[in-house]
Nanobody, 127 residues
């Protein structure tokens, strides 16, 4: 059963921007640490950003820090990821995920630490 739904992916030119959104009809996202992962063809799933539930601490992978911003919209029950200055190595399927336990900090950015996933949204960067 798909627990989260991602949206906002698409085709953008290098240097362009996209805003991804993750929501759920099953869970209140504000109760969970929520992470964004991405997976390019032939590569493993890498954790790129996370926001905790408790103290709103944010984590970013080095290659996206300063370009991507994670945020919560409690009223809309979403966790969004703003992607700016997109590069040719950013294309992938982007997934949101959460651990099974509520009210926690972000786990290590390992896909095995996250039990709840969405189906992903595709980001393509091309001129």
């Amino acid at each position: 059963q798909v627990q989260f739904v991602e949206s906002g992916g698409g085709l953008v030119q290098p240097g362009g921007s996209l805003r991804l959104s993750c929501t759920s009809s099953l869970f209140t996202l504000d109760d969970y640490a929520v992470a964004w992962f991405r997976q390019a063809p032939g590569k493993g799933r890498e954790g790129i950003s996370c926001i905790s539930s408790t103290d709103r601490t944010k984590y970013y992978m080095n290659s996206v820090e300063g370009r991507f911003t994670i945020s919560r919209n409690k009223a809309a029950n979403t966790v969004d990821l703003q992607l700016n200055s997109l590069k040719p190595d950013d294309p992938a399927t982007y997934y949101c995920a959460a651990p099974s336990l509520k009210y926690g900090r972000c786990p290590t950015p390992d896909a095995n630490e996250f039990a709840r996933w969405g189906q992903g949204t595709q980001v393509t960067v091309s001129s």
